[in-house]
Nanobody, 117 residues
């Protein structure tokens, strides 16, 4: 299965973007799917994750502003980002794994999000 992220771009602070991560195959077997981001000169950060049962977890920095969701019928993972801040500027990429724990097995190539002040 390959993951293809899209939806990034340039947006002003306070604006919104929706990222999509389309899979080449079924995502129903993925126990957990997630969005990560990496900003220049910073460590990779787990932004949000969602289980096959719909449990969602978020980084404290995005709680209340970002919403992760998945559509198994469309084999797509989403990240709705609102009230964007310049510090959200990063390269965002999706990941997935079939096990409930451990490392992620599949990684998308990512999409750039730039938030101007």
């Amino acid at each position: 299965v390959q993951l293809q992220a899209s939806g990034g771009g340039l947006v002003q602070a306070g604006g919104s973007l929706r990222l999509s991560c389309a899979a080449s195959g079924t995502i129903a077997s993925f126990n957990i799917m997630a969005w990560y981001r990496r900003a220049p000169e910073k460590e990779r950060e787990l932004v949000a994750s969602i289980t096959t049962f719909g449990r969602m977890d978020y980084a404290d920095s995005v709680k209340g502003r970002f919403t992760i969701s998945r559509d198994n019928t469309k084999n797509t993972l989403y990240l709705q980002m609102s009230s964007l801040k310049p510090e959200d500027t990063a390269f965002y990429y999706c990941a997935a794994r079939r096990k409930a724990w451990g490392t992620y097995d599949y990684w998308g190539q990512g999409t750039q999000v730039t938030v101007s002040s």
